[in-house]
């Protein structure tokens, strides 16, 4: 087997091995970023001055992202305030277009059974949506004036 | 070479997230350190702890 013939069948590892990449770079930028705010903070401590709130609220708000993007699973009940239907459509319309591939005439029934993984997934997905879209929290009116949420 | 690869592709997967688990370990010791060397400047000069840093900013 050749390099050629590899890449023929293993393509698509390109997608995941990507995406775990870009987690690991997200990871190190993260960390860059708030150990860069504590720097910062730790300068204006020694000058016995009082840092700028926006330092502080810098902080908070990279707390309040690491909940958002879900880095621990335990935090599972933030991410319903980011629930959007995004993700419905997205995999709505890869089911569509790998269950069109897999009825193709001598294709692969890979794409037939990825299509109705991902027809599965958008069902469940919509149905979820649903479900908390009518028993779920209602946004509250200065959602976006609050930045530093410790207690919902 | 090639042979290994089509048989062990998957092992990618969990080898790549025990490694993303110690980077990210690594990680918050680092930050955690520094958020304690922080505190540990405000207390020596007898000002509060700000309520940010009181925080525990997971990861």
């Known amino acids: ?3 050629e013939q590899l890449f023929r069948d293993y393509w698509w590892l390109i997608f995941p091995v990507g995406g775990m ?3 690991v770079f997200g990871m190190i930028s993260h960390h860059y970023h708030r150990t860069e705010t504590l ?19 810098a902080l ?36 569509v277009g790998l269950g069109y591939m897999g009825q193709q005439a001598g294709s692969s029934p890979v794409f037939t059974a990825l299509g109705m993984a991902f027809g599965v997934a958008a ?15 209602r946004r509250r009116y200065d959602e976006d004036k609050r930045r530093d949420r410790v207690d919902d | 070479m090639t042979e290994l690869f089509t048989q062990y592709w998957w ?7 025990m490694v993303m688990g110690a980077l990210r370990l690594a990680l ?11 505190m540990k400047a405000y207390l020596d000069r007898g000002q509060p702890v700000p309520e940010a840093l009181r925080r525990d900013n997971r990861f």
């Open chain 1, 39 to 57: 720097r910062i903070l730790k300068s204006y401590a020694d000058q016995g001055k009082e840092p700028p709130a926006f330092l502080l609220d």
């Open chain 1, 123 to 137: 069902v469940a997905l919509f149905v979820l949506k649903l479900i908390s879209a009518v028993f779920g929290p």
């Open chain 1, 1 to 3: 087997m050749n390099f």
């Open chain 2, 28 to 38: 918050r010791n680092s930050y955690e350190q520094k958020k304690l060397d922080l």
């Open chain 2, 11 to 17: 092992l990618i997967f969990p080898i790549f997230f």
């Open chain 1, 60 to 95: 908070k708000s990279d707390e309040d992202r690491a909940l958002d993007l879900d880095y621990d699973r335990g935090y599972r009940k933030h991410r319903r305030r980011h629930n959007s239907w995004g993700g419905v459509v997205v995999f709505a319309a890869l089911a």
């Open chain 1, 21 to 23: 990449l870009m987690g």
